[in-house]
């Protein structure tokens, strides 16, 4: 088996033995019923503890990944999910238990708002997962997507070794469902105003759209069986999961983002019924086809949509790009983005988005949320094609509520984005629990209302703007005044602390060890994929760029010191059986930014796991 640029430790060798850390958070525990955990409370079941926060698309995508081995293995395995935020307001403890329930997180929660078990674990990225065998000690660490068939086998090879020692201890788990709560929407995402003066409402966390009336808050109808699933028909049977969101078509029917079914759903208001438009049901990965017949090629993670210039597009929030659907022929393609996540402007094709979740469009211009940078962004014709260009927002790790000048003016997690019709944009500033304005003609960024829970949409509606309070699970109708709202400037940067690493050459490893039962799939040439660049772009003098060596030589432009890393691998592996001529393959992904700061005495190794354990 050829190991291209890989880090392994012998297939045969014996599993590392790590105590685990104990699990510290100064925000508690969720859904124990009011129980704190310790390691010791779990001895005897096999942990896996997540590393995640509610932004985070991908920790959202690990989140559905583990809920099949979380149901079939629930008398041996603990699943512990360990919330570190990036964003100020993701450490506010109220904000977590509602993301919590939002997402349906069927398992313990421990909140961290000050990164402590991060630490003590040494995690990098969102999403980590560490595996934790019955005695204490930590056996396997994954970054990033994709390891769920990887985590089944070794929770089978635990189960079984540790059944045979008697150190395995089976039973009801530790989770405590909270109460539900009744209310008509249950944190909604994105509303649409139909030609009849009503809202359509994607009733998020309740798989469902809701009709509600013209005063915003009865209920005219729902639609969707309120269970997830990937189903057509009529309005009472159809399912979806996790829907956000919504656009008129020309015909009159209404374009849904069934988010966490990959899909991209149409409902007729004429006659409730509900069909797929596009997707597989099946998330995309890197390789698949990213253009074709729109029912055969698989989707990650729609979050918006939009008609501009004659084409639905899609904010593809799985894989930062935008994507486009043509009715006529009932296509889709890939139309912006790289799938790298970051901020970089350019020809669509060239440039770089970070979980685009809001579409609002005009006649020359297609507006877009970019939610991880903290951005206003837009698409603009470009001679035959198609350019994306920056309002407001510099990048991933700067991010704060600051009007003024666009080019300084900061925001924090958008999700919604609405045109206005003096032609100025309506920004739904989500983790800012606030709604801002973008003015083209000046340049000025202002708020126009504060003291919404995180908006993330908003419509317009009789020269009023609707907007979907996703936490305060409403809808809020505001005037839109003539004057803005005086807001006190504050700037944020990560919370995450920068590793300190030595001037001059700096080792860069990608640890992959193919799980139990697989290698690497060299059947097509070179199974591995990583992408190195920088923040300053300046920052390296060498070794930026892509290649298909999971280990590199980064050389650090003398005089620097400061910026961030940022690293993409991937690894694709098979099962290792000859007898079988198809064999199932697994693609293993992660992003990582890694602030750094330049000192001597640093590091001049960066091991950065992506599947197996850093010897």
């Known amino acids: 088996m050829r190991r291209v640029g890989l880090l392994f430790h012998g297939d045969m060798a014996p599993r590392a033995r790590v105590r685990a850390p104990e699990l510290i958070g100064r925000g508690g525990w969720l859904n124990t019923g009011g129980n704190d955990l310790t390691l010791t409370d779990l001895r005897g079941r096999i942990v896996i503890l997540d590393f995640w926060t509610f932004c985070c698309v991908n920790c959202l995508h690990v989140l559905d990944e583990l809920r099949e081995l979380e149901e079939k293995h629930r008398d041996t395995v603990v699943i512990v999910g360990v919330h570190s935020p990036k964003f100020v307001h993701e450490a506010e403890h109220q904000a977590v238990v509602d993301a919590v329930e939002r997402y349906e997180v069927h398992h313990p929660v421990l909140d961290d708002p000050e990164l402590a078990t991060w630490k003590q674990y040494a995690v990098r990225a969102w999403p980590t997962l560490v595996v934790i065998d019955p005695e204490g000690y930590v056996v396997a660490q994954h970054a990033g997507e994709g ?24 039973g009801d788990g530790p989770y405590v469902p909270p109460e539900p709560v009744p209310t008509e929407l249950r944190f909604p995402g994105k509303a649409l105003l139909l030609p009849g003066g009503t809202f359509l409402v994607s009733d998020t966390t309740r798989h469902q759209l809701v009709e509600l009336a013209a005063d915003g808050e009865s209920v005219v109808r729902r639609i969707g069986a309120g269970e997830r699933g990937l189903t057509d028909g009529t309005g009472e049977r159809a399912r979806f999961s996790e829907p956000q969101g919504l656009a008129l078509l020309p015909d009159g029917t209404v374009a849904v983002a069934d988010t966490v079914n990959h899909a991209l759903r149409r409902f007729d208001p004429a006659t409730g019924e509900v069909t797929t438009l596009a997707g597989t049901g099946r998330q995309w990965w890197q390789g698949s086809p990213t253009e074709g017949p729109a029912r055969e090629v698989d989707l990650s993670s729609p979050w918006d949509v939009a008609w501009f210039a004659g084409r639905l597009w899609i904010a593809m929030a799985g894989v930062h790009q935008l994507w486009t659907y043509d009715p006529e022929a009932q296509a889709v393609r890939a139309a912006a ?26 006649e020359d211009r297609l507006w877009i949320a970019d939610s991880e940078t903290s951005a206003l962004r837009y698409v603009e014709r470009d001679g035959d094609g198609f350019a994306v ?10 991010f704060g509520h600051r009007d003024g000048a666009a080019e300084q003016a900061l925001l924090q997690h958008p999700l919604g984005v609405t045109a206005l019709p003096d032609g100025s944009v309506a920004i739904s500033d989500t983790y800012n629990h606030a709604l801002r304005r973008y003015d083209p003609a000046t340049g000025e960024v202002s708020t126009l209302a504060t003291d919404l829970r995180e908006p993330s949409g908003a419509v317009l509606a009789d020269g009023d703007v609707v907007v979907v309070e996703s936490a305060r699970h409403r809808l809020t109708r505001l005037r839109l005044p003539e004057e803005a709202v005086r807001v006190d400037a504050v700037a944020h940067r990560t919370q995450r602390a920068a590793t300190d690493i030595a001037p001059g050459t700096l080792r860069l490893d990608v640890v992959f060890q193919a799980p139990e039962g697989q290698k690497l799939d060299t059947r097509y040439g070179p199974s591995t994929r990583l992408l190195v660049s920088s923040t300053p772009p300046e920052l390296l003098a060498e070794g930026d760029g892509a290649g298909t060596d999971l280990n590199r030589e980064l ?10 890393l940022h690293v993409s691998a991937m690894a694709a592996s098979c099962d290792d059986d000859p007898s079988n001529e198809y064999p199932a393959c697994h693609v293993h992904q992660q992003d990582w930014g890694v602030p750094v700061r330049i000192t001597e005495g640093g590091a001049t190794r960066l091991p950065l796991v992506l599947s197996g354990m850093d010897g």
């Open 337 to 362: 983005g790289t799938t790298n996540e970051g901020l970089v402007d350019g020809p669509a094709e060239e440039a770089w988005f970070a979980q685009p979740s809001g579409l609002a469009a005009t």
């Open 389 to 398: 260009r920056t309002a407001v927002g510099t990048g991933l790790f700067d």
């Open 555 to 564: 050389v650090l432009t003398e005089g620097m010191t400061e910026g961030v």
């Open 147 to 170: 390891h769920a068939h990887a985590l089944e086998t070794l929770v089978g090879q635990l189960e079984a070794e540790h059944a045979a020692k008697g150190t395995l201890r089976r």
